[in-house]
């Protein structure tokens, strides 16, 4: 099992266990869960015989000894606490584990006069190793797991428990990605995702052929993507080895002429491109890594979208809040959610029914593995033939999926949006601004609630529709950055100051007028008249109203009596009137939709008919000259893309 540390550092791999092979009492420290949906083999064992890694990485943070007697003391209450955990959750209260073993052998080694006894029990457990983990840096979540399993011992005991205090919590981190990073990643990573697309689809071109195997030099890229897909049919498995493709092609050994990635990459995903696709879809869903690695891969995964042929819909249930995710993405887009899905799903299939027949083979005990190893063995087959993320090794020849152990890693000591970062700013001009390095995956759900929270105008429902969350309270602790805090002191400041200045000088408060003094500071005389003219005249589409303090319900269905139309969607009511100057503000209108059917999800463009309004507002511009419609809608569409006009994207206010 891994060890979390930090964010960037999850996934590491550990260190070897120490002790040889598990005795009687040994094999007592190890069980297995009772999760319902992902049991897990639990081994207690290196809490009693030590654990150390000869060769130190960052994850590993130090050696410990053994200690049996304390294992055995609070060993039924781990049993009943870790067998009903998901696996995430054991390897949390493992590290923990790890973390206060080592706690005790720094105490014990700077008890230079021997007076503070060794662990052995709950019992001897004090304020000492309290002040020597304070002084390790350890974190709440670690103290806590630990702490809280001590003290279910001391209640058994009748023992007073330990009232320590927690340590001081981490400040959050103050920096959200921005927009501009978010773009260079999702670019780069669509190229990457693009590239393998293109693979697949050149190698694909070339038949089965294993007749090219006898020509002189069969060293080409088409040449070698014939020989082993030939290779792989005659072989009848998904990934043949090295002495399996010999014997097909009648030779002693694999030639080095056939490289057996070149072939692999060309027929399969590869941990690179899996791992791209992953990211691509962590940052358009927004979801949680956990949430997108739990997919489980069938054919209903991608479904069809219930009022439009051209989307499609895709699920995954968050296990720890017990909610689900949704993420809506359009079929002819082949870096959409789905397409991303289906198409790794297409390309790994052989792999997965080959991961099934190993599976198959194993449950009837061909290969007389031991109960314990085989039951191991299938828990892993079945969780890799379960997951969409599944890839082929071509240097190990061997099939594996992504999961939390290596999903950050490339090689040895590489971490793959490190390593893509550090592409992206080397391919940037001289001058340019860089990406931040420090940038994780767990970081693009966080830029995704916060544009969601910044396009939104600050709305903090919208930024926890977005977010999938049951409290908005959970959606703060996202926004909980320096950019977001620094915006709501300042609204907060320009909204006091613009109502007490509009009571002095006004003795009135408009919700219009605020809210320009909100975002500009200021609204002159000329501004204020514009507006009461504007409302007595016209609608803001530029259309005259019949009944403008009685709008149908359809149009405003939230309408206050003795008020004006709040939504003044006129292209969608039966009220409005088109006169012959209305074609500029109706190419406004043209211009804002198109800016927010660019920039809301495609659920709330759909729910809230914006495609019947533009629809309506195109075929009005229609009745109009060609020119001076064109030429307003480029005036519009400049403005909204030069930040000159901001548009209005929610229901707009009572008059």
């Known amino acids: 099992m891994t060890e979390p540390g930090r964010k960037k550092e999850k996934g590491r791999d550990q260190g070897e266990v120490a002790c040889g092979e598990p005795n009687e009492g040994e094999r007592a420290f190890s069980f297995w869960s009772v999760h319902p949906e992902l049991p897990t083999f639990v081994d207690l064992s290196p809490f009693a015989c030590g654990q150390e890694r000869s060769s130190t990485g960052r994850c590993w943070k130090g050696d410990f000894t053994g200690r049996p007697e304390l294992l055995v003391d609070i060993l039924p209450i781990l049993r009943e606490e870790l067998s009903i955990l998901a696996p995430r959750s054991i390897e949390w209260t493992l590290a923990s584990l790890r973390a206060w073993w080592r706690v005790f052998d720094e105490a014990e080694r700077a008890d230079s006069n021997k007076e503070q006894p060794r662990v052995c029990r709950v019992e001897d457990i004090t304020e000492l190793h309290q002040l020597v983990s304070r002084r390790m840096n350890m974190t709440v979540a670690t103290h806590t797991a630990f702490v809280r399993i001590v003290n279910l011992r001391l209640f058994q005991k009748n023992r007073p428990p330990l009232y320590w205090r927690l340590p001081t919590k981490s400040p959050l981190k103050s920096e959200a990605p921005t927009a501009h990073e978010i773009q260079r990643i999702r670019l780069a990573l669509k190229r990457r995702w693009f590239a393998a697309i293109d693979r697949w689809a050149a190698a694909d071109l070339w038949p089965t052929d294993l007749t090219r195997a006898k020509l002189p030099k069969p060293k080409r890229a088409e040449h070698v993507h014939s020989i082993y897909r030939g290779v792989v049919q005659t072989a009848g498995r998904a990934l043949p080895t090295g002495a399996q493709a010999a014997v097909v092609l009648g030779l002693k050994e694999c030639p080095r002429w056939l490289p057996l990635g070149e072939g692999i990459s060309g027929l399969y995903p590869t941990g690179d491109d899996v791992r791209a696709a992953f990211h691509l879809c962590l940052l358009i869903s927004g979801w949680n890594v956990s949430s997108l690695l739990d997919l489980v891969a069938s054919d209903d995964l991608v479904e069809r979208h219930p009022t439009s042929d051209d989307y499609h819909l895709v699920r995954s249930r968050k296990r720890r809040g017990n909610s689900e995710q949704l993420v809506v993405g359009r079929d002819r887009r082949s870096d959409s959610v789905g397409s991303i899905l289906r198409t790794l799903m297409s390309r790994s299939a052989p792999l997965r029914a080959q991961l099934a027949d190993e599976a198959s083979k194993l449950m009837d005990g061909a290969n007389g593995i031991p109960s314990m190893e085989r039951r191991l063995e299938l828990n892993r087959l079945r969780k890799m033939s379960s997951s969409p ?145 504007h409302r007595a005249s016209t609608t803001r589409v530029g259309v005259r109203c019949r009944d403008f303090r009685n709008p149908p319900a359809a149009v405003d269905p939230d309408h206050v009596d003795g008020g004006g139309c709040r939504t003044q969607r006129c292209t969608l009511c039966p009220h409005a009137i088109v006169s012959t100057d209305s074609f500029d503000l109706l190419a406004r209108r043209q211009a804002e939709l198109e800016w927010v059917r660019e920039n809301i999800p495609v659920q709330s463009w759909s729910r809230a008919n914006f495609e019947d309004e533009l629809t309506n507002a195109s075929l009005l511009l229609g009745m109009f000259d060609t020119e001076q419609v064109n030429s307003c809608l480029q005036k519009w569409r400049a403005a909204i893309q030069a930040g000159a006009h901001r548009v209005m994207h929610f229901d707009g206010q009572h008059s």
């Open 389 to 533: 993320w599944l890839f082929a090794n071509f240097k190990a020849n061997t099939i594996m999926c992504l999961t939390q152990q290596n999903l950050y890693k490339v090689g040895k000591s590489g971490m793959y949006l490190q390593e893509l970062i550090r592409q992206i700013n080397c391919a940037n001009a001289v001058g340019a601004v860089k990406v931040r390095d420090t940038i994780t995956a767990g970081d693009f759900r966080d830029a995704y609630i916060g544009f969601a929270y910044e396009f939104s105008n600050y709305s903090l429902l919208t930024a926890q529709s977005a977010a999938g969350h049951k409290s908005v309270r959970t959606t703060q602790t996202y926004l909980r950055h320096r950019a977001w805090k620094e915006h709501s002191s300042k609204v907060v400041r320009r909204l006091t100051e613009a109502a007490w200045d509009e009571i002095e000088t006004q003795r009135s408060l408009d919700p219009a007028v605020l809210r320009e003094r909100i975002r500009c500071g200021e609204i002159s005389v000329q501004q204020r008249l514009a507006l009461h003219e």
